[in-house]
């Protein structure tokens, strides 16, 4: 829902504040931007080159995955992390960069019924669901690599959740105070997928590169991690394998050739091992 969160939006071009004029938004430099049907509105500064982002059939592969519960402790530690260090301010902007299906901002906007959500993600699939996805969230089709077209100081947390990282960015988009929330994987993520040749391996170090590369904006508040080991059922972990990077490698039967080759714990299911990093940065 687009209009839950216009005034803290920004137009790509000039940085000026926007407003709603029936279906476009608006700047005062006359900057303006179609809202398409789907409900969404592209913020970009240049055209994007071909299709980036997830497709449409990796976004719902993910929407159903989460809705089955087999990342739920993450979300929940996502939403208990913004409430420890928003108190009562709990988030009343809470963007998420590279929202995706927008899961877990719905599951932080759950927690927050005065809170309104911002999902930016640059695929075109993931705008359209974000835009529908939650009744006070609103999906902005942008490059996080490039901008995040927030006003500056206008959110109160932001969300990283396997996704790409603008530091620079976060910092000037986040109020006095304010919390980044990012998840990352550790090595032991999903091993029991990623050991097989042709999946997507973790890349080893990303809690120490993330932050090696907040120079002095952020200092880091809090750090946990979340594992745990899933009994997963056989048709989940084909969605796992289609959502994630693994898809653009690996058509669907390849996935399932190797799912077919792992040792099962039972006759329909996997032992899948669950293990991220959240971390809490303060913006200083």
């Known amino acids: ?6 005034d803290a939006l920004m137009c ?3 940085r000026g504040a926007l407003s709603r004029d029936g279906q476009r938004l608006t700047c005062g430099s006359r900057h303006s931007f179609d809202i398409a049907k789907q409900g969404y509105v592209t913020l970009l500064r240049a055209p994007l080159q071909g299709a980036p982002g997830d497709d449409a059939a990796m976004l719902a592969a993910r929407h159903e995955f989460l809705s089955h519960g087999h990342y739920r402790p993450i979300q929940d530690a996502i939403a208990a992390a913004v409430r ?3 108190g009562s301010q709990a988030g009343q902007v809470v963007a ?3 929202a995706g299906s927008g899961d877990y901002l719905a599951a932080v906007l759950d927690q927050f019924p005065a809170s309104v959500g911002i999902g930016v993600d640059v695929s075109k699939f993931a705008a359209r669901r974000l835009a529908r996805r939650h009744p006070r969230m609103c999906g ?3 490059d996080v690599w490039r901008q995040i077209p927030l006003r500056d100081g206008r959110a109160d947390a932001v969300l990283s959740v396997f996704a790409p990282r603008n530091v620079a960015e976060t910092a000037r988009i986040l109020g006095t105070g304010g919390h980044w929330i990012v998840v990352t994987p550790r090595p032991q993520h999903l091993c029991e997928l990623t050991a097989v040749p042709g999946v997507v391996t973790v890349e080893a170090g990303k809690t120490q590169r993330l932050d090696s590369s907040l120079g002095d904006r952020f200092t880091v508040a809090e750090r946990l991690a979340v594992t745990y080991e899933l009994d997963m059922p056989k048709a989940s972990a084909e969605l796992l394998l289609a959502m994630g990077p693994t898809a653009y490698h690996l058509d669907s039967a390849q996935r399932s050739a190797i799912l077919a080759g792992l040792t099962p714990r039972s006759s329909d299911s996997l032992a899948i091992t669950v293990a991220v990093d959240l971390s809490v940065f303060t913006k200083t």
């Open 1 to 6: 829902m687009l209009g839950v969160a216009v």
């Open 12 to 14: 790509p071009h000039c």
């Open 84 to 86: 420890r260090h928003a």
């Open 96 to 98: 998420d960069a590279g």
């Open 140 to 142: 902005v089709l942008a």
